[in-house]
């Protein structure tokens, strides 16, 4: 009996991923937009082809014909999808809308390791009904179809709760470290995974016994920095100091100006300053150095701007002010009205969870991570992906909750009927 309700599970699963790359492939053909202008996809494609290439991680300065023209070292984002990108470019995949599809590969992975983990948080049917909602997400069917890293972030970011969830059933030191290599790999993908540390691997640290929580801890951290290592190493030769990218400074500069902190565009992420100089570290450092100035110069309204970055955030503010950049607003219009919905959903399934004892740490998160890069950052939909995760599954465990509450009130008032 078990192994055939393993395998009804296994072929459910395998028709929800199938039919998940098929929406996505489907809505990468006929609805997202190309890939155009001088915004993070072209940095991604760009940086990828030279990869590919044998150039290395370089960006072209100045125009291909003059005589100025030459290629500058860059870290302007983490590499883990340009490197994505750069093995595509190896194998003939060169063409934005062949490298779009692609993206349907890595977003049917996150389906299925969303369906691996609800599977086991709470059975079977918890499972299949998180994977089908991940399939049918809006925001992630978006995020499939535009050449950015949120696609491969989304993945690893699954595969990083399916560890931790793993870790907290059997707190070795292998998953420890195994926890460790994975968040270091979604922090390649996208820096701000770095606060997994604060939100995930502390959390769950604290449930494991006194003696051994901060060998587990430090075990995560360390794995997590080798990891790291080579690139941050590679970035601390090149430019003169430890980091894993250099756009810090640009995302702090965007956040914190006239524009981000009075009138509509309160907490959104305004471009800004042009280039001041020097390699892209320098540059930075003057960009950082001018938007803290600002943040403390206008030091009353931080509050108000962060509020605002969060509601941003979560659809609850401006919900359809909405960027593009290789995604159809239409898509991410109705992303919001669907994680409405999830959202009331997810909370009463962490509610129903609750009840039954399971623990929360891991599922949510994701939710912590997302809200307070955004307090820390700005507030763009497009950022949310780690928690559409979370949604997916907790909204699974709300479905189920009233669906089984309300078949035992159906049962309950049929028992108790009068016979005839």
């Not at 998953?175 to 502390?202: K, P, S, W, Y």
Request: net charge positive; glycine share 10%.
């Amino acid at each position: 009996m078990a192994f055939g309700r393993l395998r009804r599970f296994e072929a459910g699963l395998a028709l929800i991923v199938v039919a998940a790359a098929g929406i996505r492939l489907a809505h990468v053909l006929a609805v997202a937009p190309r890939t155009t202008g001088l915004y993070d996809a072209y940095w991604f494609s760009r940086v990828g082809a030279d990869v590919a290439h044998g150039r290395g991680f370089v960006v072209p300065i100045g125009s291909f014909f003059s005589p100025d023209f030459h290629y500058a070292p860059t870290a302007g984002h983490p590499p883990l999808y340009a490197l994505w990108l750069a093995l595509l470019f190896k194998l003939g995949i060169a063409g934005d809308l062949t490298q779009r599809a692609m993206g349907t590969l890595l977003g049917a992975g996150t389906v299925l390791l969303v369906g691996l983990l609800g599977r086991r948080v709470r059975g079977d049917r918890m499972g299949l009904v998180a994977a089908s909602i991940a399939a049918l997400s809006p925001l992630l069917i978006a995020a499939d179809g535009a050449l950015l890293s949120e696609t491969l972030y989304g993945t690893l970011s699954a595969l990083v709760l399916l560890v931790a969830w793993s870790f907290t059933r059997r707190p070795t030191l292998g998953r420890a470290a195994l926890l460790g290599a994975c968040t270091a790999l979604a922090a390649l993908t996208r820096a701000e995974a770095l606060l997994l540390v604060l939100v995930l691997f502390i959390p769950v640290a604290l449930q494991v016994g006194t003696g051994r929580r901060w060998l587990l801890f430090g075990t995560s951290v360390a794995c997590m920095a080798v990891v790291l290592a080579p690139w941050v190493i590679r970035n601390w030769n090149v430019f003169g100091r430890p980091l894993l990218a250099t756009d810090d400074g640009t995302v702090l500069v965007g956040a914190n100006n006239h524009r981000a902190y009075y009138g509509r565009d309160i907490g959104f992420w305004i471009s800004g300053l042009p280039h001041p100089g020097g390699n892209e570290a320098q540059a930075e450092d003057v960009r950082r150095s001018k938007a803290l100035r600002y943040a403390r110069d206008h030091a009353g309204r931080v509050p108000v701007v962060v509020a605002a970055r969060v509601l941003r955030e979560w659809s609850f503010f401006q919900p359809f002010r909405l960027e593009e950049q290789g995604r159809s607003k239409r898509v991410q219009a109705l992303g919001a009205f669907y994680d409405w919905l999830l959202i009331v959903l997810a909370v009463a399934g962490a509610v129903f969870l609750r009840r039954l004892g399971t623990p929360l740490r891991v599922l949510i998160a994701p939710v912590w991570l997302v809200t307070l890069a955004a307090a820390l950052g700005y507030g763009l939909v497009r950022m949310r992906e780690p928690a559409e995760l979370s949604l997916s599954l907790l909204a699974a465990a709300g479905l189920l909750g009233f669906w089984d509450h309300w078949r035992a009130r159906r049962r309950a008032v049929a028992k108790a009927a009068p016979p005839g």
